[in-house]
């Protein structure tokens, strides 16, 4: 079955998590597999679903705070780019489901001279850290000088998963050290514009995500407003 891409969207936070979470609902209508990439209109940190505590000076800083509907801890959504995908897995090995949804962005990153690794973290040690960053479980790719360059987590809803994930590019280094009282991965430019890089990561989707093809379809107005409609998960 063909995917939808979904192309491009800069919007706040809580209208990209409500995008995300609609488009886990289209598929468990009857939908057909869908990814998108986006961007955040103005720097946000989202939050894992399970993530109780966070340090209070958070809401001092100039950004949004939204739930994330997947798992993990905090990701700083500024000087990154995001992606989501929807689809039912073949299997529910979760290690097996992240290495096949991940393979699309090695094969994008390789072209850039950015070959990525899974990390060896265990979830345990990650769940101690207020940032995803911090640690590099097999859930995330790291760069051949140990840096994290994507994080990704997951929402499972029976047999249909909801994966999303951050590829960093050049993270604000001061809001970073506020945030996380620590250095932001040391990473390599990439050598593509934004542009180039959407269109990179979209053919290395057809080939190595999306056997059967993508069709792209913005959001429609009436799509537009059911995701509007979606309740925001929690109040951060």
């Known amino acids: 079955m063909p995917w939808r891409w979904i192309p491009p969207i800069t919007a706040p936070a809580a209208t990209q998590m409500a995008i995300d979470r609609w488009m886990l609902q289209q598929l468990l209508a009857g939908g057909v597999p869908m990814l998108r990439l986006y961007r955040w209109s103005v720097p946000a940190l989202s939050l894992g679903r399970h993530q109780q505590r966070w340090p209070a000076q958070w809401r001092d800083e100039p950004l949004e705070l939204v739930r994330r509907p997947s798992g993990g801890r905090a990701v700083l959504h500024a000087g990154e780019l995001t992606y989501a995908l929807v689809f039912t897995p073949q299997t529910r090995d979760r290690e097996a489901v992240y290495r096949h949804c991940c393979r699309w962005l090695q094969q994008a990153l390789a072209k850039a001279g950015e070959p990525l690794h899974f990390g ?86 057809e080939e190595h995500l999306c056997p059967e093809g993508l069709f792209s379809q913005p959001l429609s107005p009436e799509e537009w407003a059911a995701a509007q409609t979606l309740e925001p998960l929690g109040c951060v």
């Open 120 to 205: 060896q973290a265990s979830p345990v040690a990650a769940a101690q850290r207020s940032s995803c960053f911090a640690t590099a479980t097999a859930a995330d790719l790291v760069s051949a000088r140990g840096a994290k360059r994507i994080g990704s987590a997951q929402l499972w809803h029976g047999p249909a998963l909801l994966q999303h994930g951050s590829l960093l590019l050049d993270p604000p280094a001061a809001l970073w050290q506020r945030l996380f009282q620590a250095d932001p991965p040391q990473l390599a430019p990439l050598p593509w514009s934004p542009d180039e890089l959407e269109q990179q990561l979209r053919q290395a989707a």
